[in-house]
């Protein structure tokens, strides 16, 4: 299938950012999509579209000064003009001590694994939806959810060298099944780099499953509970970490030592490894991020030891270190994989949270978030469920409930919030603060 | 607010109000403007979409642009401007949506978008239920512009840097601790043109904009770190550059970082019942949260289950449930001069009107569409509909819904002089409520114990937590409207694909009785 923006086009529009200013810096980043949805609720379409667009940003740097100026398009004329602009501002934009040089010519591998070449349209869009709306509708229950396929061609190049261009595509889909009459709810999604790998259907099933066994919860007070935390949920929490450098050398951040410095070499997140790895097949992503920097595989964090921060290019020259790459996938994983249901067998007494809903920091020293269980909470005894409950709010050290982790399933794609990718496994945690009851179903 | 975004390594994590991307001035930097006259593509777009078989169409040309800065203690470390065209179309075909959106905006690439849109809504008969039916309204004709004295984009960039460093620089003057700050400055144009298979052609402009600083108080020695921000003081508004003369924000940068400074030695809450009074900088995000969200007529149908939720409210509480104590009277409104959900027109071509959604405590009232009309048995419904861009679908959004002063002579001072046991809660802190609002739970700024009518000691790691039906029945006190302050987003967060919607909300000092305080540390 035709690439959203072939390198001859990238190439033409970086050429002509280049030819039209005399900068000492100039940088160039052009996204190019062409993104399809569709929303369903109460069993039904309620919205769907498609969008075709394209982003060229040109930063220009003269000595310290530099700005940046965005356009949609890639026409080498707007191209051009873009980058007068930039130069222009930047002669008048105030020295930035902060300010690094981009980086030059480097050898990336491809992630060729990101890209499909199915083609997808409104048709089959609608035919995976009818699918999952088929099986609410089967199950007497009423179906929500939501569809969102992309293609998208990522570009930075910068005029000390560097070129990169990644092609990827995807499909993303979540599902809530709910009873009529309110009292039960579940959820589920589904998402692959192919849209004919995404079973729809499969997580409409798993909602629908849910929702009829999360009727009439039963009370359960709020208190420190052991949990299993589905992959879902172990998402939500994952993107509330920051793990920068600077943050934490500045002293503005849980992995801030005091006294000063940072915690790296600390054991703090009990048996974690944390990667971020573009070739991975759970969720590729560019080898290189939009300053021009490649993104070889790093370990974060190894068996719980905070292995190392990020440090931007400007703190690395700062502090003496090697840049890092922006990285915005991750890929959590435990000493070893145990499926979900060996680490529901695990559990004694606890409960079992689907998802997490409005994750919030709420004091940052300790990276404690607030945030609350949605779409089925069930209590389990002695490794059973037995019975669903009660949502709760909960306010969790997410460095704590990583410490008291003791079992994790292998990381599988999940759907965050904003309806992006994430890799995320479920974990099984000995102690997690459930702060009030919440009444919602 | 939804809005959220964290990536495990790598994220920004700076204070910038908006990232929409735009540019200062077309004709040099290149986005350029469609070749044709607008009012022609708009015609060649409704023809199109008719000639596929659509019954009704519209299509929204949008020029989006921004300029921000951001800054890192005394310098600038981001400058930025940015400009898109393009042009979203919608068709309703057998009462069926269709929608397309392309930066392609010449004359076929409209036509092929329009084809598109009607496609779209032909292929999604199949799992179609209830006919879409647009509630009759005025047509609309005419241009609108949000307030403002000063336009942003004709300011040159040596004088917003100075006065976002102002800002900067008084807040690292206060050097009592280590300071980190950081600063964004942003404006946001969005230009609407929109014309609809009715006849209706309008032309809007929404200028948008915030300065802002974040100030955190570090304490090296123990790791202990706090901070403050200016946004519950100098919030996001459709205002001009007018915004930023003067001391305001210099002020408001001190203020932030005494804030700060002072919750570095707080005494930590202990958890109880306490009486709260609040003020309208910490409130306003809960009259969003508890009120503004639970009266969208699409959470109430059920529409938003998948992601943002449904609402305790059903239709059936309305003229019955009481929502809130006999003080409490809020309103929806797009009709008030900058606040950010102020317009012309929504973009159903509905006028700005202003409506009443909580009246003496009673739940009388939602937020609905010309679309979502049909569905309450109302004639016209209300102007909620807006796209974040023209890339993005129209959909039912919140209007600036506020709480009214109340209408007893009051002053935040005598209300905190008559609370015996209580916390004086400011500024706007973390937030969180549930998928059906019923449980809450909001951080804030600054908080001081009040110990028999006086403000005694500042406190921390305090949150609140309530039911937004038993929180507005505890209200017992209202400031009168001297103390009226509109606090406000420029990203309220809703939808799938997620807009951001700008939204504000006005309110006084209220107290509210016997609600459960948390430390966020133990409990």
Redesign the interface.
Known sequence: MERPLDEGTARAAVKAAFEAVNADDVRVNIEASE?G???????????????????T?VTCAVGPK????????V?P??????A??AL???R???????YVPSPGAATMKPVTAAWSDMPV???D??AL??DA?AVAKKEGL?G???V?DFRVTEVAATRRGFFGIHHGTGCDS???A?TSSGDG?GWGCAGAVAFKDVDLAGAARIACDKAQRSRKPQPLDPGVYPVVLEPAAVGGL???????AR?AD???SPF?????GSRVGEKLFGSLT?K?DPWSLVVPSAPF?NEGMPRPPVT?VEAGLLRK??NSRYWAKKMKRAA???????LPTGPKSESLEALIAGLERGLVVTRL??????????A?V???T?DGVFLVENGKIVHPVN?F?F?QSIIGMFADAEAYSAPVRVTD???DPLAAPAVRCKAF?M??????? | MLTRRGFVVGGAGVVVAASLPWRARAAEAGAAPPAEDVKALVAVGLDAAKAGGASWADVRFERLRTQSLRSEDDHIVHSAESESWGVGIRAIVAGVWGFAATWHTDRDAVAACARNAVAIAKANARIAGRKVTLAPTAKAVGKWTSPFEIDPFTVPLGERVDALLAGARAALAMKTTKLKVQGGLTWISQEKTIGNSEGAYFEQRFLRGQPMLSVTAIDVKSGQFESGSTDSIIPPQQIGFEALHGSRFADAAVHATERAQKRLDATPIEPDKYDLVIAPSNLWLTVHESIGHPTELDRIMGLEANLAGTSFAKLTDLGKLKYGSPLVNVVADRTQKHALGTVGWDDDGQPGDKWDLIRKGTFVGVQTTREQAAWVHEKHGHAGDYAESWSAVPFQRMPNVSLQPGTRKRTPEEIIADTKRGIYVEGRGSWSIDHQRYNFQFGGQQFTLIENGKLTKPLRYVAYQSNSVEFWRSLDALADARDYFVGGSLGDGKGEPMQANPVSHGCVTSRFRGIRVINVRKS
């Open positions: 993104t949805f569709l929303r369903y609720a109460v069993n039904e379409v309620t919205t769907s579209g498609q969008v075709t667009d394209a982003t940003t530099h700005a940046t100026v965005a356009i949609h398009g026409r004329t707007d191209v051009a003009a873009a007068r602009r222009e501002l930047a008048v934009a105030p020295d930035d001590p902060e349209g409104p048709d869009r609608a939806v009818a709306i009423l929500y959810g939501f969102r979540t599902t809530t709910r709810s994952l993107s509330m970490s920051m793990l920068e943050t500045e002293g503005r801030s030592k005091p006294g000063g944390l971020s991020d974060w921060l990020r890092d790459a922006r990285y915005d996938t991750s809903w409005y994750i919030r920091t709420v004091e940052p020293q300790t404690t607030t945030g609350l949605r949502n709010r306010n919030e904003g309806g603060r702060s009030s009851r919440s009444d919602a179903v």
